[in-house]
């Protein structure tokens, strides 16, 4: 559980954000319940409302213990904008993928960006 503290210290942070990677504990209910907070956080101290990016379920490896199923996971994600990614870090497993999107993501903003710029200035 995130203090008020410390979601204030990150969302101070985040002023001018275009993307964002939420990750949470597949194997932790509340840590999956937390992602709304997060999410209006980050929106609320963004540049736009609408930031891209991924919700990460971490800790597959743990199946036995899994609190989270991939499909509200996913539901979640999708009904907010963001892909969804599952992933163990302790294995290694899958963790490239959501960098890449992210990576993909700004790659594509960026460019959006440098239009805009170049349509303004002609």
Known sequence: ??????????????????LLCLVFDLSSEQSFLSCPRWLEKVQA???DSAVSGVLVGNK????????VQSE???EWAQANG???FETSAKELDTCMAP???LA?????LY??????????SS
């Open 60 to 67: 597959c490896d743990l199946s036995e213990r899994r609190a």
């Open 72 to 74: 509200a996971a996913r």
């Open 82 to 84: 963001l892909d969804y």
């Open 1 to 18: 559980s995130v203090s008020e503290c410390e979601l204030l210290c990150v969302c101070s942070s985040v002023d001018r954000a275009w």
């Open 111 to 120: 460019g959006q960006s440098c239009e805009k710029t170049q349509s303004l």
């Open 99 to 101: 960098l890449l999107s």
């Open 45 to 47: 101290h963004s540049l």
């Open 104 to 108: 993909q993501t700004f790659l594509s």
